[in-house]
């Protein structure tokens, strides 16, 4: 199965951030709709300030905030069991954008 065949869970450690299903690909990101989960309250701001550096082209910006996210152990875990640990997310809440 493809990547675009499965739908993805976000968790860092053992939070559930919410799931993400693939709907397209835009070059080296997989576009997905995002749920919100349990634990997204939690962890929401991170995301937010990681986006907002990203749009803005602040890598610098985008690297801090995102390293920290990965430090906390962030994972995709699909409905097959397949598991990415360290991806590249980005979501506004609605909408995400990830790379395995």
Do not use: C, R
Not at 33 to 46: I, L, R, S, V, Y
Not at 65 to 94: C, F, H, K, R, W
Request: hydrophobic content about 45%; charged content about 15%.
């Amino acid at each position: 199965m493809s990547v675009l065949d499965k739908v993805w869970h976000l968790y860092i450690g053992q939070s559930w951030l919410g799931t993400l299903t693939p709907v397209n690909v835009d070059g080296d990101w997989v576009v997905a709709e995002f749920a919100q989960g349990d634990a997204w309250g939690n962890f929401a701001p991170w995301f937010v300030n990681s986006a907002k550096a990203f749009e803005e082209g602040d890598d610098e910006g985008w690297q801090l905030v995102y390293g920290q996210l990965s430090a906390m152990g962030i994972a995709l875990v699909a409905d097959d069991g397949e598991t990415v640990e360290g991806p590249t997310v980005i979501t506004n809440g609605d909408t995400a954008w990830f790379a395995v």
